[in-house]
């Protein structure tokens, strides 16, 4: 079965630093890989996939991810954090089992934005 | 396009009691989950349909969960009897269909159950 770990369960930087959140995955087969983000008393909210073709895939709200196989890797970055960005982020892969994908998240890393 | 539509947004029971969550996917969707996510965690797949059918269901406790999706549009959930554990935020989404690779799914904003 398929797993993916989120490194730091809470992240702080300040308001216009990188924003750098830390996603592990390990799978045997190529990988469909998400970004959710989740705000207090809220759903989850797609941010950006990784399916096939370019590995470097650019997301909403100026976010961007790169896929690294030899690393099994999905960091997602922001090159300057914005208050707004205070959240829940979940990395996920998808796993086909049972005739049907479905998700893997990780336990999740809250991002925390100082003035 | 109107969102996932969840209900009630928060619930306070007693352990023991019963108790009812609602969903209703976006227009269109024919695949529906729900998920259950605790404080701490990611978000874990209880149940997924495709139109009114169970896809998966594995990792439902069966013994004290439920779930339906009658006329494959609205679902309901349902825990009797709640233990302490249950306490969590129960999510609903739903995607145009199974394949999670190309459709993204679209959640709902959750209810909030607390088991005292």
């Known amino acids: 079965a398929q797993s993916v770990t989120q490194l730091g369960s809470h992240v702080s930087v300040s308001e216009g630093a990188l924003v750098l959140l830390r996603c592990n995955y390990s799978?045997?087969?190529?990988?469909?890989l998400f970004w959710y983000v989740q705000y207090p008393n809220q759903g989850l909210q797609l941010l950006l996939k990784?399916?096939?073709?370019?590995?470097l895939v650019k997301g909403i709200n100026g976010f961007e991810a790169e896929f690294k196989k030899s690393e099994t890797s999905f960091h997602l970055t922001k090159p300057s954090a914005h208050m707004s960005d205070a959240a829940e982020y979940f990395c996920a892969v998808s796993e086909f089992t049972s005739g049907t994908y479905k998700y893997i998240f990780g336990t999740g890393t809250r991002l925390k934005v100082l003035a | 396009e109107a969102g996932v539509a969840q209900s009630p947004r928060y619930k306070i029971i007693e352990k023991r009691q019963s108790v009812a969550f609602w969903c209703n996917p976006i227009s269109g969707h024919a695949t529906l989950y729900w998920y259950q996510q605790i404080l701490g965690q990611g978000p874990k797949l209880l149940i997924q349909?495709?139109?009114?059918?169970?896809?998966?269901d594995s990792q439902l406790p069966k013994d004290r969960f439920s779930a339906e999706r009658l006329k494959g549009v609205d679902s309901t959930l349902k825990i009797q009897p709640a233990k302490l554990e249950d306490s969590a935020v129960y999510l609903c989404?739903?995607?145009?269909?199974?394949?999670?690779?190309?459709?993204?799914?679209?959640f709902g904003s959750g209810t909030r159950l607390t088991v005292v």
């Open positions: 799978s045997s087969v190529p990988p469909y």
């Open positions: 990784y399916t096939t073709g370019a590995t």
């Open positions: 349909f495709q139109n009114n059918g169970v896809v998966d």
């Open positions: 989404a739903s995607s145009l269909m199974a394949g999670a690779a190309n459709y993204g799914y679209t």
